[in-house]
């Protein structure tokens, strides 16, 4: 006779969940560029062509897109993925993850222009229910994870996409390489922002006055790429631009202006600088002339007159009755 079997087989008895789902971002700005990174782990294989979405990502700028770009640990998953404006990211596996197996996938969209309440974003895939995600700044303590300190349980959701802080220059300087009246000068700026500037944003500078440039549709701008020129208005010494590459946080935008010193003297302008990101996500923001630093009292004065700055004469013998050069 066969022997007695115990225990049990087949029971099911756990359900496919994720074990880790982490989420963090990298701006709060509103209308700004925010990466967002999710961590997970599931506790079932994840086969080649599952879909994981990433849902409540409510209130972004961020058109609806068939190819969101979409970078993951070790490539599990596909490059792109399908971007609805209503909050949801769909991408496909690209190779089978393992049962237990810690990947991230992240992506970058804009922030939500105004601010909102921040949202707590879910993940799931087709046999994984809605799992709210976490925030990464939780940790393990006393064998849960959770908050170190007091802080409420409920704060433990990996809220995002709020928006909450306001855009600003981190940096505004100009200078300017010549003050001799009726001779050509070039102005320079440097600006660093506390967000990405993205591609097409348009660049004003306002309050360049006293020049003899005439107007032009292709006032070239320097310091930038090849190509990138803009609108020149003198009446109001006004130049406007587009960037044609993307200056990324933390680093310094760096353009010149060549213009022509007043013919007579006047008193020093300081120009204000605006920025107007593309489509209008982030309204226009102004660097009032009060708040750019103008190195030597910047700009246009013309309180200089050509001259030699330098000038020296010797010669060769003093003997009487000599020969002199």
């Known amino acids: 006779a066969a022997a007695p079997v115990s225990g049990s087989l087949l ?22 560029l925010n990466t967002i990174t999710v961590t997970l782990s599931a506790n079932m294989v994840l086969p080649v062509g599952e879909e994981i979405t990433i849902s409540h990502l409510e209130g972004s700028g961020t058109a609806d897109t068939s190819s969101l770009a979409v970078s993951s640990s070790s490539n599990t998953l596909e490059a792109a993925g399908v971007w609805l404006q209503t909050g949801t990211l769909v991408v496909r596996v690209a190779s089978e ?67 909450s802080e306001t855009f600003g220059w981190v940096r505004a300087e100009v200078r300017e390489l010549s003050r001799v009246s009726d001779l050509a000068n070039t102005i320079f ?39 990138t020129s803009g609108i020149w208005i003198n009446s109001v010494g006004q130049a406007t631009f587009s960037l044609l590459q993307a200056i990324p946080l933390g ?47 910047c700009c246009l004065s013309s309180g200089d007159r050509p001259r030699f700055i330098f000038a020296s004469a010797r010669d060769r013998t003093n003997v009487p009755g000599q020969m002199n050069e």
Not at 13 to 32: K, V
Not at 145 to 161: A, C, D, H, Y
């Open 11 to 32: 029971g099911a008895s756990i359900f496919p969940s994720f074990s880790l789902a982490d989420i963090a971002e990298s701006s709060l700005i509103a209308g700004g």
């Open 97 to 163: 993850i393992s049962r237990g197996d810690v990947f991230s996938l992240t992506f970058t969209i804009l922030n939500p222009f105004p601010s909102q309440t921040p949202v707590v974003p879910a993940v799931s895939t087709r046999v994984i229910p809605l799992t709210s995600v976490l925030s990464r700044d939780l940790v393990w303590h006393d064998g849960v994870r959770r908050w170190r300190g007091e802080q409420p349980s409920g704060e433990s959701n990996g809220q995002v996409l709020s928006g």
């Open 189 to 227: 700026f440097e600006l660093e922002s506390n967000t990405e500037l993205t591609v097409g944003a348009s660049i004003t500078v306002t309050g360049l006055v006293g020049t003899k440039n005439a107007d032009s549709g292709e006032f070239v701008i320097g310091q930038q790429p090849e190509g």
């Open 251 to 297: 680093q310094t935008l760096r353009f010149s202006l060549s213009l022509s010193n007043p013919a007579t003297v006047q008193p020093p302008v300081t120009p204000s600088i605006a920025l107007q990101m593309q489509g209008g996500a982030i309204g226009n923001i102004l660097i009032p002339k009060q708040a750019l630093t103008a190195v030597d009292g």
